[in-house]
């Protein structure tokens, strides 16, 4: 699974394995895991939590959201890339 950056001891990353749904990275502090934070990316370049299965704090969580949203463009070519495709769907 690709990591992508780090935020403080988290690191966000895609899930190899799940190209088929609209995009979104795993959020997780330490290894990452396929039982971790879940974030949709947004068309309009935000991201909704899918599921905080990490157990983030929200103080945390909200970092994390705003540098996602950010690294939106780079997050979004990252994807293009690693998964060979030149479409993206969006959660919404």
Known sequence: MP???HVG???IYFWSN???EPIYVHVSKGVPTNNATKLWLTKDGGCILASNA???PQKDLNKIEDIIAAEFFIICAKWKTFFN???IRFYC
Do not use: K, M, P, V
Request: aromatic content about 14%.
């Open 9 to 11: 001891a988290y690191t």
């Open 3 to 5: 990591s992508l950056f």
């Open 85 to 87: 495709t030149d479409t």
């Open 54 to 56: 990490g157990h983030i």
């Open 18 to 20: 799940e190209n088929n």
